[in-house]
T-cell receptor, first 111, second 112 residues
């Protein structure tokens, strides 16, 4: 069964304190791994798509990496505006299959 | 502006009263889908559509219907809502299956 596990569930950081969020997955043939950011009461906002092991993508203070079993979202020198829930999702390589989401990591960054 | 628009954003209804949540995208996307988000369960797909007149069940389709008569619209229909359908619903679309999926702002539905 395809599944996604994110850790930790919650993370509190001081402004400027870098850290990483983990996404472990099992999927029968990976089409893509997606990272989203979700603010309270809002829809998930797309951040990155990773397709193959070894791939890395960056956007401002965020960097996503992918191995055959997990993905990391590295946050460098976070700011309070980075506070949100970060969602990881995988899509299997079978036409029509849904995104399978993890339960998310809620990040709080204090100044 | 490229977007996925859902209506209503907030709704309180009573058990058994049919309702429709509309979804429209202006990006000429082929693939559209509906998800629900519940505490402790995360986002789960209800139905999806690969293109006009092509729809299929997702992981939690019971109690829901959809239709795709036009490319831009993908309404979610609750024929006889029940309290266990109280949830936050998201419509999503992508250029085609396998491409990046973009989500709407969500519709909060409460069934009493």
């Amino acid at each position: 069964e395809d599944q996604v596990t994110q850790s930790p569930e919650a993370l509190r950081l001081q402004e400027g304190e870098s850290s990483s969020l983990n996404c472990s997955y099992t999927v029968s043939g990976l089409r893509g791994l997606f990272w989203y950011r979700q603010d309270p009461g809002k829809g998930p906002e797309f951040l990155f798509t990773l397709y193959s092991a070894g791939e890395e993508k960056e956007k401002e203070r965020l960097k996503a990496t992918l191995t055959k079993k997990e993905s990391f979202l590295h946050i460098t020198a976070p700011k309070p505006e980075d506070s949100a829930t970060y969602l990881c999702a995988v899509q299997a390589n079978q036409a029509g299959t849904a995104l399978i989401f993890g339960k998310g990591t809620t990040l709080s960054v204090s100044s | 502006e490229a977007q996925v628009t859902q209506n209503p954003r907030y709704l309180i209804t009573v058990t058994g009263k049919k309702l429709t949540v509309t979804c429209s995208q202006n990006m000429n996307h082929e693939y559209m889908s509906w998800y629900r988000q519940d505490p402790g369960l995360g986002l789960r797909q209800i139905y999806y559509s690969m293109n006009v007149e092509v729809t299929d069940k997702g992981d939690v389709p019971e109690g829901y219907k959809v239709s795709r008569k036009e490319k831009r619209n993908f309404p979610l229909i609750l024929e006889s809502p029940s309290p266990n359908q109280t949830s936050l619903y998201f419509c999503a679309s992508s250029l085609s299956w396998g491409n990046t999926i973009y989500f709407g702002e969500g519709s909060w539905l409460t069934v009493v």
